[in-house]
Structure formats: C-alpha cells, structure tokens
C-alpha cells in the first residue's frame, strides 16, 4: 500500500494562492494515480484532481481553471496549485490513490488531510 501525507493549508484571502503537496512513499508510489480531494464541513468528500504517472489529469468542473495538479517523481510528491480561491473552497485537502483517474475508489487509508481556509 502507498502511504501518502498531505501539507501545504493554511489561510488564505479570497482571489489568493497556495500549493499543496502530497508526498508519497511505497513500493508503487510513483506509478500510481493519485488524486486530491476536499471535504467541507457538513458536506461530502469529493475529488477535485487526479494525475496518472505519464501525467494525465482530472479536474472537477469547479476547480477547472483555477487548480493545477502536477507530480514530480524524483521527488515522490505530487502537487496542487490552487489559484484565484473562492470561499467555497474551504475545506480540509486529502489526497489518495484512486483506482483510475474517473474512479471513485481509493486504495490508500486516508490522512490527517491539510487544511484550506479562504477568508474574504
């Protein structure tokens, strides 16, 4: 199994920037997918982006745009860049594994997560 840590939230003012990463370690961490999620208070985790090992990505349609995901194998850490933050981004970020970049599934144990407060 791939272990995964998320770091990289804090706060930040509407319109702002900031980049998480999400360094992984493991037999298979760099030819996994990984992907990045959120879960805001109240409301269900969902996947906002996701990156093959060849680089391939997913976006959800709310961060499109916005969010960069990007993975720098050397490093075993894989990004996201978030730009022009909306309050409705608010959340605490987790990243995982999912079985393919449109699937749902996720091999990983979940984290502590990393989190994201967009302030106005």
């Known amino acids: 199994q791939v272990q995964l840590v998320e770091s990289g939230g804090g706060l930040v003012q509407a319109g702002g920037s900031l980049r998480l990463s999400c360094t992984a370690s493991?037999?298979?961490?760099?030819?996994?997918?990984v992907g990045w999620y959120r879960q805001a208070p109240g409301k269900v985790r969902e996947k906002v982006a996701a990156?093959?090992?060849?680089?391939?990505?997913y976006y959800a349609d709310s961060v499109k745009d916005r969010f960069s995901i990007s993975r720098d194998n050397a490093k075993n850490t894989v990004y996201l860049q978030m730009n022009s933050l909306q309050l409705e981004d608010t959340a605490v970020y987790y990243c995982?594994?999912?079985?393919?970049?449109?699937?749902?599934?996720?091999?990983?144990?979940w984290g502590r997560g990393t989190q994201v407060t967009v302030s106005s």
């Open positions: 493991g037999r298979r961490s760099k030819s996994v997918v």
């Open positions: 990156i093959t090992s060849d680089g391939s990505t």
């Open positions: 995982n594994t999912p079985w393919s970049l449109d699937s749902d599934y996720v091999s990983s144990t």
